[in-house]
């Protein structure tokens, strides 16, 4: 009876320290978790750049908020989750671990304690085997302890089976839950190689559109440049044209001018002609039909061109006075009807 005893407080002392140290494991766990969620979410988070805590063992890295835009934070909210339920699968793991081992335990202790007690059944089985002094009338109670002692041994197989059963049982949940833990990191980093997959081909995307955006821009700042190179031709262009024709412009009056000078000067100067100048007609037939009508009353007429028109005179006559004589006679004739003639001193093209 002491032995069962005995075996039974070993058997709870395992039980008992196995929980406390399951549910420390389960209540630290739950901690992490709880201090990962409470983080301030990178939405909300003043966009400040901190610097990360230095990670220990057996604490997760808990991230600071970096964001400088929308897909920045996205990202980092998803780190966050991931990070998690990384650390949930690694406490389910551990606690898994750790429920194996103290299955493990309890088994090694109920083994240890089956050996025990088989040991102590078979010290006093070959003690009382080897004993001669044993009294006839204890032979009785000899065979009922000798099949008390079968039954424990019995028993002691049975426990004995039994642990090993649940010893395989919690190996197998452990590989199990191993196995889980490994498939889960696995799809995480498959996952998180999709992901940053998916987020090169954006940043690429990105990249390709900016390069093309900045190669539109070119061509446009190009095609403006053109079109002002242009048009700074073209008023060049034009300027040196107006340029041009202002100067030729000038050198046509001028060599007006210099004629006119010319002429005044052989008028004032030179062999002087009198002539009697009758109009000035608009267009050189005005003029042949005023010329008709002169030349048909036996008067010598010369015509000239002038910038006004052309004009048409009678003479020349050798003075003045037989010039204006020459004009009285043209206004007096009605048939003419020549009012305004009047006397000019006038020289030739070609002696000019």
Known sequence: ????????????????????????????????????????????????????????????????????????????????????????????????????????????????????????????????????????????????????????????????????????????????AKKAAEAKRQAEVDKKASDTKRQAEADKKAADAKRQAEADKKAAEAKRQAEADKKATEAKRQAEADKKASDAKRKAEADKKADAEKARELLENGDKKWMVQVALAANQANADAVVSKLRAKGYKVTTSQTSKGVRIMVGPAKDRDTADAARKKITSDSSLNMKSAWVIDWVPLDQR
């Open 1 to 176: 009876m002491s032995m069962n005893n005995k075996q039974r407080w070993m058997g709870g002392v395992v039980l008992l320290g196995g929980g406390v140290l399951l549910a420390a494991l389960l209540l630290k766990g739950n901690e992490e978790i709880k201090q990962v969620e409470v983080q301030p979410d990178a939405s909300t988070a003043p966009k400040t750049q901190t610097k990360p805590k230095q990670a220990t063992e057996g604490q997760m890295v808990q991230l600071q908020p970096l964001a400088v835009d929308v897909e920045t934070e996205k990202r980092l909210l998803e780190e966050q989750r991931r990070s998690r339920e990384k650390a949930v699968a690694e406490q389910e793991a551990r606690a898994a671990e750790f429920l194996a081992m103290q299955q493990q335990a309890e088994a090694d202790a109920a083994r240890k304690a089956a050996a025990e007690y088989a040991a102590i059944n078979a010290r006093r089985t070959a003690a009382q085997e080897s004993s001669d002094n044993i009294p006839p009338e204890l032979v009785g109670e000899a065979k009922a302890k000798n099949q008390q002692t079968n039954v424990a041994n019995k028993t002691t197989d049975t426990l004995k089976i039994e642990a090993d059963k649940k010893a395989a049982e919690a190996k197998r949940q452990a590989e199990a």
